[in-house]
Structure formats: C-alpha cells, structure tokens
C-alpha cells in the first residue's frame, strides 16, 4: 500500500459510491489506476465491504442499545456458541468479544423496550452460559461509522 492507496481508501470510506473519475480528481492518478487499485484493494480483502448505513429511526427502529454481556464458561464451544447465535441474531448490529468486565459488547437495534424484552429472554434468560448483562440506552448517535483512520507504516 501506498500514499494513493490510502488517499483512495479515505475518500471511499466517506462515500463509496464515488466514481473512478471523482476519485481520480481526489487523489491525483488517472481514472483507470484508480480503478485498478480498487479493484486490487477489494480483492485483497482490504475493502472488507462497502454498505449503506440507514438511520434506525426511520425504519421503525428507533431504540438503540449497548449492552455488556458476561459468561460464565468461556470454552472455545460456548463462546463460538454465544458469537452463532449473535450473528444470527438480527436485532445485533455489531458484537464485540472484549476484554475487561465482561466478555462482549454488543449494540442492538430494536423497536421499543417490549422489542428488547423479547430479545434479552431469548438471548439472556435462555441461555444457562450469560450469567449477567448490563444494558444502556443510547441517547443520541453522535457519530455513527466505520471508518478507519488509513496511515502508512
């Protein structure tokens, strides 16, 4: 990677239906180099995916929640277990397995607290292996993103 592959990887990650011509005024290499080093960095699976972010609220999903989940075994079978059934789930947005107080991050999307009700029964309550979860409700996304500050080495 060089300094054109992380000015490409910057304006794409702002907006990636950006054009190879509006790329190519960006980042300073014609139109076909800037196709080119997509399509490399795609295939090389550093652009691990390119999404649309919708605003929850206006798809009906207008609570958003963080929540701090605690197992009490951590074998390879339970938390492979735990991280299926995460992805799967599709109230789960983002599933984090992390270290310090609890064992994963997650942040949901739900309708209305009856909506997490059902969710947290059937994720927390059912499953003999959480053995807590702490939940916080979002208040206002402040910034909302998957940006990665691109810099070379």
């Not at 509006?22 to 290499?29: F, H, M, N, P």
């Not at 206006?58 to 299926?84: H, P, W």
Request: charge should be neutral; charged fraction near 30%.
């Amino acid at each position: 990677m060089d300094a054109f592959d992380a000015k490409i990887l910057e304006a794409v990650q702002q907006n990636a239906r950006l054009t190879a011509e509006a790329l190519s005024e960006t980042v300073g290499l014609s139109a076909d180099a800037c196709r080119k080093r997509l399509a490399k960095l795609r295939a090389s699976g550093v652009i691990e995916a390119e999404i649309a972010i919708v605003r929850p609220e206006k798809v009906g999903r207008g609570l958003m929640l963080i929540v701090e989940v605690s197992l009490q075994n951590e074998r390879k079978v339970d938390l492979d277990r735990f991280k299926q059934r995460m992805s799967e789930a599709p109230e789960v947005m983002q599933c984090y397995y992390v270290t310090g107080n609890s064992d994963f991050v997650l942040i949901l999307s739900v309708r209305d607290m009856a909506d997490y009700d059902a969710f947290s029964r059937r994720y927390f309550f059912e499953e003999d292996n959480v053995v807590r979860f702490r939940t916080s409700a979002v208040m206002d996304r402040v910034k909302v993103g998957f940006s990665v500050p691109v810099t070379l080495v």
